[in-house]
């Protein structure tokens, strides 16, 4: 992998590109574990979902954005992490930012209604929708987009599974993917963001699970950062490529691999264009023990990290990084 300099401020990130309707499945595996080796960050492209779609989507996103305020708060992000979530209310990186992250966003994760006997489950539950008369087709397009994602999401896992020599199907299991926690979310940053000072469009973070397909307009904004021990650190910047998910490895995937796949660091900067993403993120079923997989240790390699359930590390997570609830009932 290549890096160039477009000029002395901007480097660019050159990516490994995973075509899914490629059918030489060793030189997609072969890249793909080139790719999770060296920063776990891949584009995938043919992937399957069409570009009109993608456009409604993102029209869908904007129109819930423009809602004015009062609207969006009708639909605030509640206890099982559904909803809208205002501007600050995550902080990814406390250390090195003085506010929260300059976007605000929504969280849409597998519905499941009061019947179910999983709904209880902490990452489970019913969605909360804007009004259908406000939004019409809002829900219909969001829910089409978040079952297709998570196709794409089970064709990258079986590529996962070859690249670290487990059975083709292995993260097919319901402990697994096959009945996982998926959640997207649409995000709209706005700002102009300053290291200096500690502004944000999103601090740096290495995502929690598995994996994350990243959906963008054209604005650039998202960088990685290869070696986040380098002093100083050195920031790329990936490129949108039109019609491809970025895609990259959480840190659940770096975990389970034993640390032979790697969860990057990343990060936005706003540059006072309005920018518009939906992240997906991919982690498995709530019970699901994230331990050392089978071929990734041996009597040299030990695991490094003790094993721990899905929905026990990803609460840990999300209690990090968001604000208390309890701050927007006070206000009002
Ligand atoms: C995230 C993230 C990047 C982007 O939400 O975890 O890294 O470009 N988003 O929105
Ligand atoms: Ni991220």
Redesign the pocket.
Known sequence: MENHTKDSTMKVSSLNSIDLANDDLHHSVVSLKQACLDCGFFYVINHGINEEFMDDVFEQSKKFFALPLEEKMKVLRNEKHRGYTPVLDEI?DPKNQVNGDH?E?YYIGIEVPKDDPHWDKPFYGPNPWPDADVLPGWRETMEKYHQEALRVSMAIGKLLALALDLDVEYFDRTEMLGKPIATM?L?R?QGISDPSKGIY??GA?S?FGMM?L?A?DGVM??QICKDKNATPQKWEY?PPIKGAF?V?LGDMLERWSNGFFKSTL???LGNGQE?Y???F?VEPNHDCLVECLPTCKSESDLPKYPPIKCSTYLTQRYEETHAKLSIYHQQT
Do not use: M
Request: proline fraction near 4%; glycine fraction near 8%; charged fraction near 20%.
């Open positions: 990814l976007k966003g979310r995000l940053y469009a999103c973070h995502d994350t990243l963008t904004g998202l990936v970025i990259n990343h990060r936005v920018r993403s939906i992240p993120f």
